[in-house]
């Protein structure tokens, strides 16, 4: 039986291609994700885990928290039996039953303000001591996690934390294989990993206290540990949730994706080349443009 099941994902392993893509890509039908999302990242013991560990490390209780994008409660029951108070942003109203089913039966109601709407648009009636949120993408290139926590930050109390407070995103350059109408897809088997031709570096760090800007721009020198063909960027982000606490990524969260450059150029082991960064956070990765000087 083990066998038949592994046989029949071996099977499927090239239709399996771009299905984390279209598992994580909002639709409209329901204004929200597709139900298998939920599901991906409620049994994603790795994502729930670390965030877990950061809720161990301070102490919740009687605190007032702020969560941003709540979904089915993943990570709101792990701290909200402890907490004062809880005041918990969803923008799918779908979820409203579900959600008012769970706080009730958990005798949650008077603690919890639920609020639906856009959390970079809420004004919270008072100051809180953490702002919880992953609404995060790879390189926060589809999700709103720095604009809703540049909002959200003004109503940290003085020593206030948020969750996570840091994003570091770094890339390779690399070859892969595109098919049409795909500028971008996350990793669902080592298989579709890309031809890697250099080391990792940093595209840039997200302060979430402190970021202001959502465009980023620049030129990074990166050389290549091997010659060959070079057509796209390997993405990663890594997180810190707290200090100490960190996530690096899984199929459910921030996978590891490739982007397509906007050419493709050959580059030579030892030969520097330029690559030019141009892509806006809460947008698209297939409107972020990544090219490498010819």
Known sequence: MQFDFLSTIVDKYQSLKY???????FSQDHYGFPPIYYKIMETDQVRVGAYQKAF????????????????????TQHF???????????????????????????GWT??????????MKIELPEKVDFVVG???SIYCGNEYQVQIFKHLRQFLKPGGKLLPERIVNVGQIAYAEFEANYKHYPINFTRHLP?????????????LYQEEELRIQKSIEVMP??????????????????????????????????????????????????????????????????????
């Open 134 to 136: 992953e609404l995060m």
């Open 225 to 294: 540990n091997m010659a060959g063909q070079v057509n796209c960027i390997y993405m990663h982000s890594f997180v810190q949730i707290a200090e100490g606490c960190n996530f690096t990524g899984t199929d459910s969260l921030m996978p590891p994706t490739i982007c397509k450059l906007e050419n493709e150029v050959t580059v030579f082991m030892g030969k520097p080349v330029k690559l030019n960064i141009d892509f806006t956070y809460g947008t698209n990765l297939d409107e972020a443009k990544f090219w490498i000087d010819e």
């Open 19 to 25: 299905s984390l893509l279209h598992a994580q890509t």
């Open 195 to 207: 031809e890697q031709l250099s080391l990792q570096f940093e595209v840039n760090t997200i302060d």
């Open 80 to 106: 909200l039996p402890y907490v004062k108070k809880a005041y918990l942003i969803e923008n799918n109203p779908d979820l409203r039953e579900f959600i008012e089913d769970k706080i009730a039966s958990n």
């Open 56 to 75: 161990a490390k301070y102490d919740f209780t009687d605190k007032i928290v702020c969560e941003a994008g709540v979904g089915t409660l993943a990570l």
């Open 110 to 119: 008077d603690k919890v303000e639920l609020i639906f709407g856009d959390a």
